[in-house]
Structures are given as structure tokens and as C-alpha cells.
């Protein structure tokens, strides 16, 4: 099977066959050009320093996802928040509080993260590590 075209609604931005999902990832990082380009930027760094076999996938129409053996997480971007959404966040320890959104659900959890604001790195790359751990422990 190949891969589908992608072709973002803002029109400035297309993958194609070619394209892998980190380029894909690469051009959202550099189509942002602002705050969320440099927080999803930030993100990504931590994932891949948490878990260095993360795969990198895109996602329903262009949403960046993170995986290893099963999805850890995706980084959505909104006009004023960055939005990590972890696939089975309600199943990992939270011990530094870091989800503060979609905590609802019985299954996701999500970090909302606002202009200006920063993120616990260490707590973060735990998350990202219990995930895998979890994804893995089939």
C-alpha cells in the first residue's frame, strides 16, 4: 500500500508520496512560524530525546503523531494553544499534574499548552517513557 496524498486546508502546505511524515512535521513546524511552531518544535525535541525509537507519523489530514509499538501521543496546534494528546494518558502516572485537558475520558489525557507558558521537561519525557513502556508491555 502507498501513501495517501495530504493536502492541508490552508493550501500551503502538501505532502505526497515523497514526503515523510518528519518532513511533513518539519514543513508544520515552518509554516507555524510563531509560537506554536517553536512549542510543537520543543516538544518534538523532548519526545525524541525521551524515547530515541519514536516513530513519527502524520495523521488524520496532518496531525503529527509519536509512536513506538502503538501511539504515545500527537501534537495538535490551535490558534491559542498547542495540544499533546496522549492515546492512553489516563492509564499512565501523572505525578507533576502535567495533563490539563480531556481528563474526562476513560482512556486519553491531554497537555494544553498556552503562549508564554512552559513545560516540566523532566516530568514530560517520564510521561513520554511510561507511554512507550505501557505500549509495549503487551
Same mark, same amino acid.
Given at each position: =500500500?502507498?501513501?495517501?496524498? =495530504?493536502?492541508?486546508?490552508?493550501?500551503? =502546505?502538501?505532502?505526497?508520496?515523497?514526503?515523510?511524515?518528519?518532513?511533513?512535521? +518539519?514543513?508544520?513546524?515552518?509554516?507555524? @512560524?510563531? *509560537?506554536?511552531?517553536?512549542?510543537?518544535?520543543?516538544?518534538?525535541?523532548?519526545? /525524541?530525546?525521551?524515547?530515541?525509537?519514536?516513530?513519527?507519523? *502524520? /495523521? *488524520?489530514? @496532518?496531525?503529527?503523531? *509519536?509512536?513506538?509499538?502503538?501511539?504515545?501521543?500527537? @501534537?495538535?496546534?490551535?490558534?491559542?494553544?498547542?495540544?499533546?494528546?496522549?492515546?492512553?494518558?489516563?492509564?499512565?502516572? +501523572?505525578?507533576?499534574?502535567?495533563?490539563?485537558?480531556?481528563?474526562?475520558?476513560?482512556?486519553?489525557?491531554?497537555?494544553?499548552?498556552?503562549?508564554?507558558? +512552559?513545560? +516540566?521537561?523532566?516530568?514530560?519525557?517520564?510521561?513520554?517513557?511510561?507511554?512507550?513502556?505501557?505500549?509495549?508491555?503487551?
Amino acid at each position: =500500500m502507498g501513501k495517501a496524498t =495530504m493536502v492541508m486546508k490552508s493550501g500551503s =502546505m502538501e505532502g505526497n508520496a515523497e514526503s515523510s511524515p518528519s518532513q511533513l512535521i +518539519d514543513a508544520r513546524i515552518s509554516e507555524l @512560524g510563531d *509560537w506554536r511552531g517553536k512549542t510543537l518544535s520543543h516538544v518534538r525535541a523532548l519526545v /525524541k530525546q525521551a524515547d530515541p525509537e519514536v516513530v513519527e507519523e *502524520w /495523521k *488524520w489530514r @496532518g496531525v503529527p503523531v *509519536w509512536s513506538h509499538a502503538g501511539i504515545i501521543c500527537t @501534537g495538535e496546534t490551535y490558534k491559542n494553544v498547542v495540544k499533546v494528546t496522549f492515546a492512553k494518558g489516563a492509564s499512565l502516572p +501523572d505525578p507533576a499534574g502535567l495533563f490539563n485537558s480531556s481528563l474526562e475520558g476513560n482512556t486519553r489525557r491531554a497537555i494544553d499548552i498556552r503562549e508564554g507558558e +512552559d513545560i +516540566d521537561e523532566n516530568a514530560f519525557k517520564a510521561l513520554i517513557r511510561a507511554a512507550a513502556a505501557l505500549n509495549t508491555a503487551r
